[in-house]
């Protein structure tokens, strides 16, 4: 197939209309595919577009009434493909041109076990259960993704066993010190960032090493630092800097200002950058329903629900955080710029002070935000007792504070935390939890 490539790239750049639409709807691949240069996106459309046209993908087992839009899959795993290797030499994969998506687990006559995915270099076929592969995608941040996992396989089989030169020696060595490194001291380890399956040899690490390195890179950083560097230099990109948030919550400090009124119903808030003394960001709950806002002068206040918007002076949203209703316990959701779910704020029964949960998008517990006694002061920390952050409710005067309800904040993130790590858009939108779970 080596030799067919450059006759379909003279083909594809020669008559454009040879190329079949190709879809970048899935958010997974928005994220990334949007954050590219311009130069960059071309070269991923054809590579993308290559990927489907040498590859044979076929569906097999399903039964005519298994709903399944087999072209939207399709493009999904060639963009997947071509995410992966965007930055690796043009012949990846090209020792694999058949895909088969089945339904679900099957037995493999090959090894004698049920399987939900396989990868056979001596066919030249990778095997997928749709079932594990749709799960993968679903939950796009728990480091478990089907599709990737068998892909990473075909690009380790290239390199070490079919006499493709995908990686750099140098930085492949590296990697492999510390992926032995680390499979050594896991034996001692009842707990580890990665799964148990992932140290049942040297492939199923780097699979597993590649899953979480594109589906949630913040965490694999913070988790094992050198091995994700040496995971950057293997795959010549590093997935956090594609996913760059708004490098105002990259800052350390902060102080949140809520606005003084005596009667007031919607929530408005002004964070301030303490060294400029400039507002950064403005937090605005535009979008008060008439029966929200009458209920707001009533004692069910603390039970309406309520959605700020946070943006920049110029009006550009970084976070939503948001409520519905609350009975009893609150769980505030936090959205990114796109209205994608960040994480959560689950409020915990019998805290003396106050206590939330932190969950990511997939539900997976990231910390704790705590308050003393006195609820005025929170703390994040981890399950090993490491603090991420302080929110510190700062004296705003005694006529302020008798006769409204104005609170003001001094929001600290230690620097420890990365930048570009989802865990600061969460700490960012705690003090508006805080308060409006809390303090109303």
Known sequence: MREQRWFKKILFYKFPKYLRPLSYQHRFINVYYNKLTTEERKKFEWRAYYFLDTTDITFKNFSPTDIVNTNSVRYLIASVATQMTLFLPEDCFDAFHKMIIVPDKYYSKQTGR????????????????????????????????????????????????????IFDELALDHYKKLAYKEMILAENETHHFFRKYAFANEEEFFAVATENFFERPADFKLAQPELYQALVNLFNQDTLHLQTMNAILNKNLFFVKEHVKVFKAANSFDIFDPESKQVVLEAREERLGFFTKMLRFTDYKR??????????????????????????????????????????????????????????????????????????????????????????????????????????????????????????????????????????
């Open 114 to 165: 049920f399987h939900f995915g396989e990868t056979n270099p001596g066919k030249g076929m990778i095997m997928l259960a749709y079932s594990n592969l749709k799960r993968g995608f679903e939950q796009a941040k728990d480091g478990i993704n089907l599709l990737m996992h068998e892909l990473a396989h075909a690009i380790w089989l290239e390199h070490h066993h079919l006499g493709y030169q």
């Open 303 to 440: 039970m309406t629900p309520f959605e700020i918007d946070i943006k920049t002076p110029q009006g550009e949203k970084i976070l939503t955080v948001k409520r519905g209703v609350s009975i009893f316990l609150s769980t505030v959701e936090v959205l990114d710029e796109r209205d994608q779910l960040i994480g959560k704020f689950k409020q915990k029964f019998f805290s003396i002070g106050g206590k939330f949960e932190v969950l990511d998008a997939s539900e997976r517990s990231l910390c704790m935000l705590k308050g003393k006694w006195t609820s005025w002061d929170f703390k994040f920390v981890s399950n090993d007792n490491k603090e991420f952050a302080v929110v510190t409710k700062k004296w705003s005067g005694f006529g302020k504070e008798l006769f409204t309800s104005a609170d003001n904040y001094i929001l600290q993130i230690s620097e420890e935390v990365p930048a570009n790590h989802p865990l600061r858009q969460l700490i960012m939108a705690a003090v508006m939890c805080i308060d409006l779970v809390l303090k109303e």
